[in-house]
């Protein structure tokens, strides 16, 4: 590991394999803390490659516990955090208007490491009780039409990492893993990242597989379509700019879509919203970010998504898939 931190230090790059090698043996407990920092401090400070994402990705799946979901043909909506926007939850809630509208979800989630509320922290203050039995999960989605993948119970080996990313407290590549390595293996995804340039790189290593896939960018900098200005998509049909007119709504305003403190003022946004007494803001940009699933899903355009995305919201169908998880995830 010196060697490598050395050649790193003087800007050199890992190739795929190598990249893959190092972070197996990370998780194998092989790397001590303070050299998993260091190495860590690296892709703070320079870029990470193609080649450095496909092999740390595979690394990842290699050593997850795989769940077979495949015959729901389900969609995953995971962002990468770590654009320091403060929003509250909009992907996990698009992921249950997703289900509300009849498209089954695969939702992989964490704890907040760079924000104070992650997926999982909202979901388990709610109630949803996570889990990694395959049986289990394949009656959530039956149920629900939704279930959620707890990296932390699929990723065992990410122990070792766990603590140094949480002394740390910033972002690192491994938010940029997030929405790469769901263990259910889905062929569709809608990535929101937190660069141009990452979502070029997510745009590359999806080129590389059979994916039916979606990648946002907000170019003000948020890791979802904020629908304060436009947002960079890169997708199997090409790249494309998305407006807010395109969903038939006009843009908002940052200060719309801020979100709770803490996990108990997260979580009150979150049900709000549910229970349709969230903001106009709120609604809005939840059903901007189901409606690009359910477009990825359903190769319609995104006003369609959006439309189908907003009936699910207000017919109170994405709260029954809400309630219905509730039920079926304390079995």
């Not at 230090?9 to 990370?26: C, S």
């Not at 490491?113 to 109630?127: D, I, P, Q």
């Not at 940029?176 to 141009?196: A, C, I, R, Y």
């Amino acid at each position: 590991m010196k060697s490598l931190l050395n050649r790193l230090t003087q800007h050199e790059h890992l190739d795929r394999d190598e990249a893959r090698e190092t972070l197996v043996k990370i998780a194998k407990g092989e790397v001590n803390h303070a050299q998993i920092a260091s190495f860590l401090t690296v892709y703070m400070m320079r870029s990470i490659t193609v080649a450095e994402l496909e092999g740390f990705r595979e690394a990842l799946l290699s050593l997850c516990i795989p769940i077979d979901l495949k015959k729901y043909n389900a969609i995953d909506l995971c962002g990468t955090g770590g654009d320091g926007k403060d929003t509250f939850n909009i992907s996990t809630l698009a992921a249950f208007v997703t289900a509300g509208a009849g498209v089954k979800v695969t939702k992989h989630g964490n704890y907040g490491v760079s924000s104070g509320c992650g997926s999982s922290n909202v979901l388990e203050a709610l109630g949803i009780r996570f889990t990694n039995e395959e049986k289990k999960l394949q009656h959530q989605i039956e149920e629900a039409g939704i279930c959620i993948l707890h990296a932390p119970l699929f990723h065992p080996a990410m122990k070792e990492v766990a603590p140094v990313r949480k002394d740390l407290g910033v972002k690192t590549f491994f938010n940029m893993l997030g929405p790469l390595v769901n263990p259910s293996f889905p062929k569709k995804q809608v990535s929101g990242v937190f660069t141009l340039e990452l979502a070029r790189l997510y745009h590359y290593v999806f080129q590389n597989t059979d994916s039916q896939y979606t990648v946002l960018y907000a170019l003000d900098g948020y890791d979802e379509i904020s629908l304060t200005g436009p947002t960079k998509t890169f997708s199997h049909f090409g790249e494309q700019l998305l407006h807010s007119s395109d969903f038939g709504l006009t843009n908002l305003t940052s200060d719309s879509i801020v979100g709770g403190h803490d996990i108990a003022s997260s979580a009150a946004i979150f049900s709000a919203v549910l229970d349709g007494k969230g903001t106009l803001a709120q609604q809005q940009v939840v059903c901007a970010n189901a409606g690009i699933a359910i477009a990825t899903a359903l190769n319609l355009k995104p006003k369609d998504g959006y439309d189908r995305a907003y009936e699910s919201l207000v017919s109170g169908k994405a709260k029954q898939a809400f309630i219905t998880l509730q039920k079926v995830s304390a079995l």
